[in-house]
Protein backbone atom coordinates (compact mmCIF):
# COMPACT_ATOMS: atom_id res chain seq x y z
CA UNK A 1 0.00 0.00 0.00
CA UNK A 2 2.38 2.25 0.75
CA UNK A 3 4.51 1.36 -1.88
CA UNK A 4 1.24 2.18 -4.37
CA UNK A 5 1.40 5.96 -2.80
CA UNK A 6 4.66 6.46 -3.19
CA UNK A 7 4.91 5.27 -6.92
CA UNK A 8 1.65 7.96 -6.89
CA UNK A 9 3.50 10.81 -6.03
CA UNK A 10 6.31 10.44 -7.66
CA UNK A 11 4.41 10.38 -10.66
CA UNK A 12 2.85 13.58 -9.63
CA UNK A 13 5.95 15.21 -8.85
CA UNK A 14 7.15 14.45 -12.88
CA UNK A 15 4.71 15.97 -14.14
CA UNK A 16 4.65 19.32 -11.94
CA UNK A 17 8.10 19.00 -13.05
CA UNK A 18 7.21 19.27 -16.62
CA UNK A 19 4.64 21.70 -15.99
CA UNK A 20 7.72 24.26 -14.84
CA UNK A 21 9.89 23.05 -17.69
CA UNK A 22 10.86 26.14 -20.56
CA UNK A 23 8.69 25.06 -23.38
CA UNK A 24 10.47 23.31 -26.37
CA UNK A 25 11.13 26.15 -29.08
CA UNK A 26 8.81 25.09 -32.15
CA UNK A 27 10.73 24.32 -35.74
CA UNK A 28 11.40 27.41 -37.23
CA UNK A 29 8.64 27.84 -40.71
CA UNK A 30 9.90 26.22 -43.77
CA UNK A 31 11.59 28.20 -46.18
CA UNK A 32 9.50 28.27 -49.41
CA UNK A 33 11.15 26.46 -52.43
CA UNK A 34 10.82 28.38 -55.42
CA UNK A 35 8.49 26.94 -58.29
CA UNK A 36 10.99 25.66 -60.97
CA UNK A 37 11.46 28.11 -63.73
CA UNK A 38 8.95 26.84 -66.88
CA UNK A 39 11.43 26.37 -70.15
CA UNK A 40 11.97 29.31 -72.33
CA UNK A 41 10.22 29.36 -75.51
CA UNK A 42 12.01 30.74 -78.22
CA UNK A 43 10.65 33.41 -79.69
CA UNK A 44 9.18 32.36 -83.02
CA UNK A 45 11.29 33.60 -86.46
CA UNK A 46 9.03 36.58 -88.21
CA UNK A 47 6.56 34.80 -90.65
CA UNK A 48 7.55 34.83 -94.22
CA UNK A 49 5.19 36.92 -96.45
CA UNK A 50 5.09 37.47 -100.08
CA UNK A 51 8.51 38.21 -101.98
CA UNK A 52 8.65 41.53 -103.46
CA UNK A 53 10.05 42.56 -106.36
CA UNK A 54 11.62 45.51 -107.80
CA UNK A 55 12.51 46.19 -111.27
CA UNK A 56 15.93 47.34 -112.43
CA UNK A 57 16.72 48.58 -115.57
CA UNK A 58 20.02 50.62 -116.17
CA UNK A 59 22.03 51.79 -119.28
CA UNK A 60 24.53 49.16 -118.52
CA UNK A 61 26.24 49.04 -122.13
CA UNK A 62 25.93 51.70 -124.96
CA UNK A 63 26.81 55.35 -124.45
CA UNK A 64 25.21 55.40 -121.03
CA UNK A 65 27.36 53.23 -119.71
CA UNK A 66 29.20 55.93 -117.40
CA UNK A 67 26.56 56.34 -115.82
CA UNK A 68 24.52 52.74 -115.66
CA UNK A 69 27.41 50.52 -114.60
CA UNK A 70 27.87 52.70 -110.94
CA UNK A 71 24.22 51.85 -110.93
CA UNK A 72 23.92 48.45 -111.82
CA UNK A 73 26.87 47.91 -109.38
CA UNK A 74 24.90 49.73 -106.49
CA UNK A 75 21.53 47.40 -107.45
CA UNK A 76 24.37 44.79 -106.88
CA UNK A 77 25.34 45.75 -103.12
CA UNK A 78 21.72 46.36 -102.75
CA UNK A 79 20.60 43.13 -103.46
CA UNK A 80 23.87 41.63 -101.08
CA UNK A 81 22.52 43.43 -98.20
CA UNK A 82 19.16 42.76 -98.42
CA UNK A 83 20.15 38.90 -98.79
CA UNK A 84 22.29 39.42 -95.56
CA UNK A 85 19.35 40.78 -93.36
CA UNK A 86 16.97 38.70 -94.65
CA UNK A 87 14.83 40.99 -96.18
CA UNK A 88 12.58 43.88 -94.95
CA UNK A 89 9.92 43.45 -92.26
CA UNK A 90 6.23 45.28 -92.93
CA UNK A 91 4.35 46.57 -90.34
CA UNK A 92 2.46 43.63 -89.32
CA UNK A 93 6.12 42.17 -88.55
CA UNK A 94 5.90 39.61 -91.62
CA UNK A 95 9.23 39.43 -93.08
CA UNK A 96 9.61 39.84 -96.82
CA UNK A 97 12.47 38.65 -99.18
CA UNK A 98 13.10 41.22 -101.82
CA UNK A 99 14.50 40.64 -105.20
CA UNK A 100 16.00 43.14 -107.34
CA UNK A 101 15.87 42.30 -111.11
CA UNK A 102 18.87 43.73 -112.59
CA UNK A 103 18.10 44.31 -116.95
CA UNK A 104 20.36 46.57 -119.28
CA UNK A 105 18.76 48.84 -122.00
CA UNK A 106 21.73 49.26 -123.87
CA UNK A 107 20.87 53.18 -123.54
CA UNK A 108 18.15 52.54 -126.41
CA UNK A 109 14.38 53.80 -125.54
CA UNK A 110 13.44 50.99 -127.57
CA UNK A 111 15.16 48.29 -125.35
CA UNK A 112 13.87 50.32 -122.39
CA UNK A 113 10.21 49.90 -123.71
CA UNK A 114 10.49 46.19 -124.05
CA UNK A 115 12.58 45.25 -121.07
CA UNK A 116 9.76 47.63 -119.12
CA UNK A 117 7.03 45.30 -120.31
CA UNK A 118 8.78 42.55 -119.45
CA UNK A 119 9.19 43.07 -116.17
CA UNK A 120 5.37 44.36 -115.51
CA UNK A 121 3.83 42.28 -117.26
CA UNK A 122 6.07 38.80 -116.89
CA UNK A 123 7.57 38.99 -113.72
CA UNK A 124 4.91 41.25 -111.89
CA UNK A 125 6.98 43.71 -110.18
CA UNK A 126 5.94 45.53 -107.56
CA UNK A 127 7.94 48.98 -108.40
CA UNK A 128 10.49 50.04 -111.39
CA UNK A 129 13.70 51.64 -110.94
CA UNK A 130 13.79 52.79 -114.14
CA UNK A 131 16.47 53.73 -116.28
CA UNK A 132 19.92 55.51 -116.02
CA UNK A 133 19.02 58.13 -119.22
CA UNK A 134 15.96 60.76 -120.22
CA UNK A 135 15.12 59.25 -123.71
CA UNK A 136 14.90 55.81 -122.27
CA UNK A 137 13.35 56.76 -119.22
CA UNK A 138 10.64 58.93 -120.92
CA UNK A 139 9.97 55.73 -123.16
CA UNK A 140 8.81 53.86 -120.35
CA UNK A 141 6.63 56.05 -118.68
CA UNK A 142 3.90 55.92 -120.93
CA UNK A 143 4.02 51.76 -119.75
CA UNK A 144 4.65 52.11 -116.11
CA UNK A 145 1.41 54.60 -115.88
CA UNK A 146 -0.94 52.72 -118.42
CA UNK A 147 -0.17 49.77 -115.70
CA UNK A 148 -0.59 51.48 -113.17
CA UNK A 149 3.13 50.33 -111.83
CA UNK A 150 5.23 53.32 -109.58
CA UNK A 151 8.24 53.72 -111.44
CA UNK A 152 11.02 55.74 -109.90
CA UNK A 153 13.41 57.29 -112.67
CA UNK A 154 17.45 57.43 -112.13
CA UNK A 155 17.51 60.52 -114.91
CA UNK A 156 17.33 63.84 -114.76
CA UNK A 157 14.66 65.47 -117.55
CA UNK A 158 11.44 67.20 -115.73
CA UNK A 159 9.42 66.23 -118.44
CA UNK A 160 9.81 62.40 -116.37
CA UNK A 161 7.76 63.29 -113.97
CA UNK A 162 5.82 66.52 -115.21
CA UNK A 163 3.70 66.43 -118.66
CA UNK A 164 5.07 69.37 -120.46
CA UNK A 165 1.65 70.29 -121.82
CA UNK A 166 -0.56 70.07 -118.77
CA UNK A 167 2.68 70.83 -116.09
CA UNK A 168 0.54 68.25 -114.03
CA UNK A 169 2.92 65.49 -112.05
CA UNK A 170 2.67 62.21 -113.56
CA UNK A 171 1.06 60.16 -111.07
CA UNK A 172 2.85 57.06 -111.25
CA UNK A 173 6.60 58.68 -111.73
CA UNK A 174 8.68 59.79 -109.61
CA UNK A 175 12.56 60.49 -109.12
CA UNK A 176 15.43 61.24 -106.43
CA UNK A 177 17.46 63.02 -109.32
CA UNK A 178 18.32 66.60 -109.43
CA UNK A 179 16.91 68.34 -113.00
CA UNK A 180 18.38 70.59 -115.67
CA UNK A 181 16.41 73.32 -113.94
CA UNK A 182 17.94 73.09 -111.13
CA UNK A 183 21.87 72.58 -112.28
CA UNK A 184 21.04 75.92 -114.61
CA UNK A 185 19.50 77.68 -111.53
CA UNK A 186 23.14 76.96 -109.52
CA UNK A 187 25.24 77.54 -112.91
CA UNK A 188 23.37 80.91 -112.92
CA UNK A 189 24.41 81.92 -109.79
CA UNK A 190 27.84 81.15 -110.36
CA UNK A 191 28.43 82.91 -113.51
CA UNK A 192 26.42 85.73 -112.17
CA UNK A 193 29.05 86.30 -108.94
CA UNK A 194 32.10 85.79 -111.59
CA UNK A 195 30.55 88.29 -113.69
CA UNK A 196 29.78 86.55 -116.88
CA UNK A 197 26.67 87.78 -118.74
CA UNK A 198 27.41 86.48 -122.38
CA UNK A 199 27.99 81.93 -122.71
CA UNK A 200 27.87 79.65 -125.32
CA UNK A 201 25.62 76.79 -124.75
CA UNK A 202 26.66 73.03 -126.09
CA UNK A 203 24.65 70.06 -125.61
CA UNK A 204 24.07 66.68 -126.94
CA UNK A 205 21.55 65.72 -129.37
CA UNK A 206 19.19 64.03 -126.66
CA UNK A 207 16.87 64.58 -124.42
CA UNK A 208 18.68 65.04 -121.80
CA UNK A 209 20.92 67.16 -123.78
CA UNK A 210 17.76 69.25 -125.35
CA UNK A 211 16.70 69.76 -121.46
CA UNK A 212 19.82 71.43 -120.65
CA UNK A 213 19.68 73.88 -123.22
CA UNK A 214 15.77 74.45 -121.91
CA UNK A 215 16.70 75.22 -118.53
CA UNK A 216 19.27 77.49 -119.43
CA UNK A 217 16.77 79.60 -121.75
CA UNK A 218 14.95 79.95 -118.69
CA UNK A 219 16.97 80.42 -116.07
CA UNK A 220 20.20 82.60 -117.63
CA UNK A 221 18.47 85.26 -119.09
CA UNK A 222 16.18 86.04 -115.38
CA UNK A 223 19.68 86.77 -114.10
CA UNK A 224 21.17 89.43 -117.16
CA UNK A 225 22.67 86.32 -118.45
CA UNK A 226 22.74 86.39 -123.06
CA UNK A 227 23.05 83.11 -124.87
CA UNK A 228 25.19 84.50 -127.75
CA UNK A 229 25.73 80.85 -129.47
CA UNK A 230 23.93 77.12 -128.95
CA UNK A 231 24.48 74.67 -130.74
CA UNK A 232 23.83 70.26 -130.46
CA UNK A 233 26.44 67.83 -131.50
CA UNK A 234 26.10 64.15 -131.23
CA UNK A 235 26.63 62.14 -128.45
CA UNK A 236 28.65 59.84 -130.08
CA UNK A 237 30.86 62.37 -131.91
CA UNK A 238 34.82 63.45 -131.62
CA UNK A 239 34.79 65.69 -133.72
CA UNK A 240 33.12 69.50 -132.87
CA UNK A 241 33.06 71.77 -135.68
CA UNK A 242 31.16 74.41 -133.14
CA UNK A 243 33.97 75.37 -131.61
CA UNK A 244 35.10 77.52 -134.35
CA UNK A 245 31.96 79.47 -133.65
CA UNK A 246 32.36 79.35 -130.23
CA UNK A 247 35.57 81.53 -130.81
CA UNK A 248 33.68 84.22 -133.08
CA UNK A 249 30.50 84.68 -130.72
CA UNK A 250 31.96 87.03 -128.19
CA UNK A 251 31.40 84.63 -124.77
CA UNK A 252 32.65 84.74 -122.04
CA UNK A 253 32.01 81.45 -120.80
CA UNK A 254 30.93 78.19 -122.02
CA UNK A 255 28.48 75.72 -120.87
CA UNK A 256 28.34 72.13 -121.75
CA UNK A 257 25.37 70.46 -121.49
CA UNK A 258 25.83 66.31 -121.82
CA UNK A 259 27.04 63.26 -119.88
CA UNK A 260 31.01 61.66 -120.01
CA UNK A 261 32.40 60.54 -122.45
CA UNK A 262 31.24 63.01 -124.69
CA UNK A 263 31.39 65.86 -122.18
CA UNK A 264 34.91 65.39 -121.93
CA UNK A 265 35.59 65.25 -125.17
CA UNK A 266 33.80 68.48 -126.11
CA UNK A 267 35.65 70.23 -122.95
CA UNK A 268 38.85 69.05 -124.21
CA UNK A 269 37.80 70.21 -127.82
CA UNK A 270 37.12 73.79 -126.06
CA UNK A 271 40.09 74.12 -124.10
CA UNK A 272 42.73 73.48 -126.94
CA UNK A 273 40.96 76.25 -129.17
CA UNK A 274 40.66 78.77 -125.96
CA UNK A 275 42.69 77.64 -123.38
CA UNK A 276 41.63 80.52 -121.18
CA UNK A 277 37.99 80.75 -121.33
CA UNK A 278 35.78 79.62 -118.29
CA UNK A 279 33.68 75.84 -119.11
CA UNK A 280 30.89 75.31 -116.78
CA UNK A 281 29.48 71.42 -116.63
CA UNK A 282 26.18 70.70 -115.60
CA UNK A 283 25.73 67.61 -113.01
CA UNK A 284 25.28 65.79 -115.68
CA UNK A 285 29.17 65.83 -115.70
CA UNK A 286 29.53 64.69 -112.33
CA UNK A 287 31.70 61.83 -112.58
CA UNK A 288 35.00 60.49 -112.72
CA UNK A 289 34.93 59.54 -116.07
CA UNK A 290 34.97 63.57 -116.34
CA UNK A 291 38.28 63.65 -115.09
CA UNK A 292 39.60 60.16 -116.67
CA UNK A 293 38.49 61.27 -120.21
CA UNK A 294 39.43 64.95 -120.24
CA UNK A 295 42.80 64.66 -118.64
CA UNK A 296 44.17 67.59 -117.87
CA UNK A 297 41.60 69.93 -119.95
CA UNK A 298 39.12 69.10 -117.21
CA UNK A 299 41.03 71.58 -114.51
CA UNK A 300 39.42 74.85 -113.68
CA UNK A 301 36.13 73.74 -114.91
CA UNK A 302 33.26 74.21 -112.50
CA UNK A 303 30.02 72.36 -112.45
CA UNK A 304 27.07 71.91 -109.69
CA UNK A 305 27.21 68.70 -107.96
CA UNK A 306 25.47 66.54 -106.03
CA UNK A 307 26.94 65.94 -102.46
CA UNK A 308 27.89 62.07 -102.18
CA UNK A 309 30.56 63.44 -104.83
CA UNK A 310 32.42 65.54 -102.58
CA UNK A 311 31.37 63.74 -99.16
CA UNK A 312 34.40 63.66 -97.01
CA UNK A 313 34.59 68.24 -97.54
CA UNK A 314 31.07 68.45 -96.45
CA UNK A 315 31.11 70.08 -92.90
CA UNK A 316 30.30 68.09 -89.86
CA UNK A 317 26.69 69.56 -89.49
CA UNK A 318 25.71 68.45 -93.05
CA UNK A 319 22.53 66.34 -92.43
CA UNK A 320 23.72 63.93 -95.10
CA UNK A 321 27.19 63.82 -94.56
CA UNK A 322 27.01 60.38 -92.50
CA UNK A 323 25.24 58.92 -94.77
CA UNK A 324 27.07 59.33 -97.75
CA UNK A 325 30.28 58.68 -96.00
CA UNK A 326 28.74 55.19 -95.09
CA UNK A 327 27.34 55.02 -98.35
CA UNK A 328 31.00 55.38 -100.19
CA UNK A 329 32.74 53.52 -97.67
CA UNK A 330 30.06 50.51 -98.37
CA UNK A 331 30.34 50.98 -102.33
CA UNK A 332 34.17 50.89 -102.70
CA UNK A 333 34.23 48.16 -100.40
CA UNK A 334 31.83 46.34 -102.79
CA UNK A 335 33.60 47.37 -106.15
CA UNK A 336 37.33 47.15 -104.68
CA UNK A 337 37.72 50.18 -104.94
CA UNK A 338 35.78 52.17 -107.99
CA UNK A 339 35.39 55.87 -107.34
CA UNK A 340 32.39 56.98 -106.50
CA UNK A 341 29.72 58.94 -109.09
CA UNK A 342 26.60 61.00 -108.67
CA UNK A 343 25.01 58.26 -110.89
CA UNK A 344 25.70 55.44 -107.70
CA UNK A 345 23.96 57.76 -105.43
CA UNK A 346 20.60 58.37 -107.53
CA UNK A 347 20.35 54.27 -107.79
CA UNK A 348 21.05 54.34 -103.83
CA UNK A 349 18.74 56.74 -103.55
CA UNK A 350 16.07 55.25 -105.76
CA UNK A 351 16.32 52.17 -104.39
CA UNK A 352 15.93 53.39 -100.71
CA UNK A 353 12.79 55.04 -101.79
CA UNK A 354 11.25 51.82 -102.87
CA UNK A 355 12.35 49.72 -100.18
CA UNK A 356 11.08 52.62 -98.10
CA UNK A 357 7.53 52.52 -99.36
CA UNK A 358 7.91 48.49 -99.64
CA UNK A 359 7.83 48.35 -96.32
CA UNK A 360 5.08 50.23 -95.22
CA UNK A 361 2.81 47.20 -96.93
CA UNK A 362 0.82 44.67 -95.02
CA UNK A 363 1.02 41.38 -95.79
CA UNK A 364 -2.16 39.53 -98.36
CA UNK A 365 -2.63 42.92 -100.45
CA UNK A 366 -2.73 41.40 -103.82
CA UNK A 367 0.05 42.51 -106.44
CA UNK A 368 -2.43 45.83 -107.42
CA UNK A 369 -3.24 46.83 -104.62
CA UNK A 370 0.43 46.46 -103.57
CA UNK A 371 1.35 48.49 -107.01
CA UNK A 372 -1.22 51.25 -105.41
CA UNK A 373 -0.17 51.23 -102.14
CA UNK A 374 3.58 52.30 -102.87
CA UNK A 375 2.83 54.90 -105.18
CA UNK A 376 0.81 56.48 -102.33
CA UNK A 377 3.60 56.01 -99.44
CA UNK A 378 5.92 57.54 -102.54
CA UNK A 379 3.79 60.77 -102.69
CA UNK A 380 3.00 61.06 -99.18
CA UNK A 381 5.68 59.60 -96.67
CA UNK A 382 8.85 60.38 -98.27
CA UNK A 383 9.48 63.53 -96.11
CA UNK A 384 12.43 64.76 -95.38
CA UNK A 385 13.67 61.95 -96.51
CA UNK A 386 17.79 62.41 -96.16
CA UNK A 387 19.54 61.01 -100.01
CA UNK A 388 23.18 61.69 -101.24
CA UNK A 389 22.22 64.89 -102.73
CA UNK A 390 20.60 66.50 -99.68
CA UNK A 391 16.91 66.24 -97.98
CA UNK A 392 13.90 65.12 -99.95
CA UNK A 393 10.16 66.32 -99.35
CA UNK A 394 7.89 64.89 -101.63
CA UNK A 395 4.29 65.31 -102.26
CA UNK A 396 1.01 65.21 -104.83
CA UNK A 397 2.33 68.09 -106.35
CA UNK A 398 6.28 67.66 -106.33
CA UNK A 399 7.35 63.79 -107.14
CA UNK A 400 10.83 64.82 -106.39
CA UNK A 401 11.34 67.20 -103.65
CA UNK A 402 14.47 69.09 -104.41
CA UNK A 403 16.06 72.09 -103.36
CA UNK A 404 18.48 73.27 -105.78
CA UNK A 405 20.66 75.11 -102.57
CA UNK A 406 21.58 71.40 -101.92
CA UNK A 407 23.41 71.54 -104.66
CA UNK A 408 27.46 72.29 -104.15
CA UNK A 409 29.40 73.80 -106.73
CA UNK A 410 32.51 71.83 -106.98
CA UNK A 411 36.09 72.20 -109.39
CA UNK A 412 38.90 70.09 -110.77
CA UNK A 413 42.23 70.82 -108.71
CA UNK A 414 44.82 68.38 -109.50
CA UNK A 415 42.38 65.79 -110.84
CA UNK A 416 40.01 65.82 -108.34
CA UNK A 417 36.73 67.19 -107.93
CA UNK A 418 36.72 69.81 -104.68
CA UNK A 419 34.46 72.18 -103.18
CA UNK A 420 34.67 75.53 -104.10
CA UNK A 421 33.26 77.78 -101.27
CA UNK A 422 31.61 81.17 -102.64
CA UNK A 423 34.36 83.21 -101.56
CA UNK A 424 36.72 81.78 -103.69
CA UNK A 425 34.18 82.42 -106.61
CA UNK A 426 36.46 84.27 -109.05
Known amino acids: MEMRRMGT ?20 PATPTAAPAAPSTPTPPPKA ?18 LGVPERN ?17 PDGVRHEVQILIFDDESKTDTAASVARRLIEQEGVDVLVAGTLSGPSLAMVPIATEAKVPMISMASARAIIEDPETKQMRAWIFKPVPENLHSAQAQADYLKAVGVTKVCHLYENTAYGKDTFASAQAV ?18 TEFPQVAKVKTSGCQAVVIGSIPPASAL ?11 IRIVHGHGSCSPDLIKNAGAAAEGTVMPCGKILVADQLPDADPVKRLNLEFVKAYQDFTKGEP ?30 RRAKIREALETQIRNFPGTHGLFHLSPQD ?28
Open 9 to 28: MLWVGLLVLAACAPPTPAPP
Open 49 to 66: GTPYKIGFIASITGPGAS
Open 74 to 90: VAQMVQAQLKAQGGITG
Open 220 to 237: FPKVGIEIVYSDAFERTA
Open 266 to 276: VNVAVRDQLPD
Open 340 to 369: ISTFAGHAYDALQWALSALKTLPEGLPLAE
Open 399 to 426: HLGFNYADFVIVTVKEGKFRILPKDQWK
